[in-house]
């Protein structure tokens, strides 16, 4: 079964860095393409980055780059979203999940407030 | 960008009737190389993660039951769900992955009533 668990979001000022993992099971993990996506409260999806299986290539949405980071560690299976000079309206859950998104985890929530 | 326009944003229906997402793109998401479109549908259920239900337009997930059906081609979408039921209350979305940015429709909110 496949399985994808976030972890390390939570109560952040804004202007702070926050760090998100999400350990992967369940499958072979460096065969797949990897995405986070948010979702603000109440408010629809919207997709954060994508990172080949390999590593080597990234994509981001406008209002991230230069600020968010993804990368992932193959032998731990395991992908992260560094998230740097964090704003208000980055405020949301963040859940990971198998590009584009066969497969997702149950999220992570994270509040950029002062 | 590619922009996903869906609609309705909310629908009310009684169980066992049949109903239907539409989202357009203002992009064909139609791969010229192998003929296929870059288009899935997600549900999400209230409290849950979404969940994918069709994607390359018309392809079933998986244990997805066959009353969800998707079809269309080129920049016209649609999600049809037969004989609704109670357990299928929840938003659904469009997602395009053609090209990056990925991007997703507004959302459909549907209630049973």
Known sequence: EVQLVESGGGLVQPGRSMKLSCA???????NYDMAW?????????????TISYDGSS???????????TISRDNAKSTLYLQMD??????????????????????GVMVTVSS | DIVMTQSPSSLAVSAGETVTINCKSSQSL???????????????????????????????ESGVPDRFI???SGTDFTLTISSVQAEDLADYYCQQHYSY?????????LEIK
């Open chain 1, 85 to 106: 000079s964090l704003r208000s309206e980055d405020t949301a859950t963040y859940y990971c999940a198998r590009h584009p998104g066969a497969n997702w985890g149950q």
């Open chain 2, 30 to 60: 139609l791969s010229s190389g192998n003929q296929k479109n870059y288009l899935a549908w997600y549900q999400q259920k209230p409290g849950q993660s979404p969940k994918l239900l069709i994607y390359l337009a018309s392809t079933r």
């Open chain 1, 24 to 30: 992967a099971s369940g499958f072979t993990f460096n």
């Open chain 2, 101 to 109: 940015p990925l991007t997703f429709g507004s959302g459909t909110k």
């Open chain 1, 58 to 68: 990234t994509y981001y949405r406008d209002s991230v780059k230069g600020r968010f």
């Open chain 1, 37 to 49: 996506v948010c979702q603000a409260p109440k408010k629809g999806l919207e997709w954060v980055a």
């Open chain 2, 70 to 72: 998707g079809s269309g």
